[in-house]
């Protein structure tokens, strides 16, 4: 079993700065893939940021630019930098990681971007 916690969500104005966080439970040294998905109210969960090896990251086009996703492995925590916040920005974002083929996710932390 895998758990992850994410926090640092919250409300802030467009043009604004968050930085989530996700503590994994256990040394994510060997995790290649974890990331970052959001689900806004009424729409489905979409793909945000990911690491998809160790080093090589990918993003979603609507967050390219503005949304920088980095791994500390000696804390095994991956942060989400987000920056110029819109308001289309606001859901709830979650972490997730693939261990062993089996995927997990967080419970998710709300952001909120007004204008």
């Known amino acids: 079993q895998v758990l992850l916690a994410e926090a640092g969500g919250g409300l802030v104005q467009a043009g604004g700065s968050l930085r989530l966080s996700c503590v994994v439970s256990?040394?994510?040294?060997?995790?290649?893939?974890i990331g970052w998905y959001r689900q806004a109210t009424g729409k489905a969960r979409e793909f945000v940021a990911t690491?998809?090896?160790?080093?090589?990251?990918t993003y979603a086009d609507s967050v390219k630019g503005r949304f920088t996703i980095s791994r500390d492995n000696a804390k095994n925590t991956v942060y989400l930098q987000m920056n110029s916040l819109k308001p289309e920005d606001t859901a709830v974002y979650y972490c997730?990681?693939?261990?062993?083929?089996?995927?997990?996710w967080g419970q998710g932390t709300q952001v909120t971007v007004f204008s």
């Open positions: 690491f998809i090896t160790s080093i090589l990251t």
């Open positions: 997730n990681a693939v261990v062993f083929g089996s995927d997990y």
């Open positions: 256990r040394n994510i040294f060997s995790i290649n893939r």
